[in-house]
Structure formats: C-alpha cells, structure tokens
C-alpha cells in the first residue's frame, strides 16, 4: 500500500489549498484516515482525522477553517484549507489505518502560508 499526497504548495495568508492523498496497492478496506503536520523545529501534530462512518475530528487550531473529506471510492482523501495563516505552514502528511490497526504514512506535501 501506498500513500500519495499532493496539493501543497506557497499561499499568502487569508488563501486557501487542497490537500489530497490517494492510496492504491491491495485496499480492502481503510477503517480510519487523518492528516498531520510538522513546522519547522516542531514535533508532527494532529491536524484533522476521518473514520470509516464519516466523523472527523479536528485540532482546535483549524476548526472552523479546514474541512476533512474522504472519496471512499477512489481511497482518498481531501483536507481542505480555507483562512491559511501563516502558522500553518509546515510539511504536512497523510495516514491511513487499515484493518488489524496496520498504520501507513505518505510521505509530507510542504504547504508555505506568508503573511
């Protein structure tokens, strides 16, 4: 199983970017999906997660400004930002847990938010 993500890239402040991450390889079934980020000097934190049942679940920091989606069909998902600051700039990456808690990690997509 692979992770890809896509969609980072350099916004001023007040922007907006869509994150995606498809995963191929043998997908029977994904339980759970999420993205991460890590500024520069900063441990990988929580940014947003999706189950299978479709509740999310967001780090207070982006509430209300980012929105996590999943296209079950094409095993993918989406993280919508909206209102970038520039304390969200960092490298971002996406997760996906598998049946029998198997944890995949794509590699980061650099998103860089100037104020």
């Known amino acids: 199983v692979q992770l890809q993500a896509s969609g980072g890239g350099w916004v001023q402040a007040g922007g907006s970017l869509r994150l995606s991450c498809a995963a191929s390889?043998?997908?029977?079934?994904?339980?759970?999906m999420g993205w991460y980020r890590q500024a520069p000097g900063k441990q990988r934190e929580l940014v947003a997660t999706?189950?299978?049942?479709?509740?999310?679940n967001y780090a207070d920091s982006v509430k209300g400004r980012f929105i996590i989606s999943v296209d079950s069909a094409k095993n993918t998902e989406y993280l919508q930002m909206n209102s970038l600051k520039p304390e969200d700039t960092g490298v971002y990456y996406c997760?996906?847990?598998?049946?029998?808690?198997?944890?995949?990690w794509g590699k980061g997509t650099l998103v860089t938010v100037s104020s």
């Open positions: 997760n996906a847990i598998f049946p029998g808690l198997v944890n995949y």
């Open positions: 390889g043998s997908i029977l079934r994904i339980n759970h």
């Open positions: 999706i189950t299978s049942g479709g509740f999310t």
